[in-house]
């Protein structure tokens, strides 16, 4: 490690066999904690390369427990946070409004490290455990359309790095990962980012594969589609601008899409949105993730997908598949 903390800091990129060993290296405890803070810390100050980035990913589907849903013809939603934006749940909540829109979604998801609170920490709070017992998952996406992901699970060569990661409490390379190595390996997905660099070497990444995909970055700065402005959407058919106009909606504030202070306050405006009594701005931001994760799993235009969207979130299908999945929950604990 010394030698590889040397040439990174003397501005050095690495190969991505070499990306990889590193993090095989780090899952097998061969190096201290001062020494992956120090490699942690090296890409808060320079940008990761696109062969480091596939480096990394590769290594963590290797080590990774898989999951198989093929069956299922999956999607998930999920943003690499780290956007500093401190909004509600937004790719959680457009989970549910995609699941109650009749599309199968395998949610992969942890708890927030750069913010306070990420999807595992609100779902947790409403009473949903997390298992990577196949067949309970399962069950999970045939009754309730959804099934949780919750990453620690499945990633175990990850806990040597789960405790710096907490202690650093900034964004790290393993945010821009995150939603890159699903072990369920979804054959579509949506997926934002925190800026238009990451989001082009995922456009990057992506096109290598066989995904129905949609890769977005919000030029307010927001890893999701926020309606607050204009949004670069890469897919592996289009690269092009969306604008709420698009959706025949005005633009909102950024206030009014803000999150809570504590996994209590994010849980309440979680229940109240899902329930349908949101705000406007809350239903629309939440279908307009939805709508273009039900676009790209069914072919639909985006302006389609929303209109599912709504019927799913107002008709109360999205409570449906969150109390189904919070039951199921519940049942195996």
Do not use: W
């Not at 009594?277 to 931001?285: H, L, S």
Request: charged share 20%; with cysteine; aromatic share 10%.
């Amino acid at each position: 490690m010394k030698d590889i903390l040397n040439r990174l800091i003397n501005h050095e990129k690495m190969t991505k066999a070499e990306a990889k060993n590193v993090l095989v290296n780090i899952s097998k405890g061969a190096y201290n904690n001062s020494q992956i803070a120090s490699f942690l810390t090296v890409y808060m100050m320079r940008s990761i390369s696109v062969e480091e980035l596939a480096g990394f990913r590769e290594a963590l589907l290797e080590l990774c427990l898989p999951i198989d849903f093929t069956a299922y013809n999956t999607i998930d939603l999920c943003g690499t946070g780290g956007d500093g934006k401190d909004t509600f749940n937004i790719s959680t909540l457009a989970s549910f409004v995609t699941a109650g829109a009749d599309v199968k979604v395998a949610k992969h998801g942890n708890y927030g490290v750069s913010s306070s609170c990420g999807s595992s920490n609100v779902l947790e709070y409403l009473g949903v455990s997390f298992t990577n017992k196949k067949d309970v998952l399962e069950k999970a996406i045939e009754q309730a359309g959804i099934c949780f992901l919750h990453a620690p699970l499945f990633h175990p060569a990850m806990k040597n790095v789960a405790p710096i990661r907490k202690e650093l409490g900034v964004k790290t390379f393993f945010n821009m990962l995150g939603p890159m190595v699903n072990p369920s390996f979804p054959k579509n997905q949506i997926v934002g980012v925190f800026n238009l660099e990451l989001a082009r070497m995922y456009s990057y990444l992506y096109q290598s594969t066989d995904k129905n995909y949609a890769i977005l970055y919000d030029l307010a700065g927001y890893d999701e589609i926020s309606l607050t402005h204009s949004c670069k959407v890469m897919t592996n058919t289009e690269d092009k601008i969306f604008s709420p106009k698009e959706l025949e909606l005005n633009s909102i504030q950024q206030q009014d899409i803000y999150g809570g202070k504590t996994v209590e306050e994010s849980a309440k405006i979680f229940v109240k949105i899902l329930n349908g009594k949101g705000t406007e701005a809350q239903n629309n931001v939440v279908c307009a993730n939805a709508g273009l994760a039900i676009a790209t799993a069914n072919k639909y235009t985006h302006k389609e997908g929303f209109e599912k969207a709504k019927e799913a979130l107002l008709g109360g299908k999205a409570f449906q598949s969150f109390k189904k999945l919070q039951e199921l929950s519940n049942e195996q604990v």
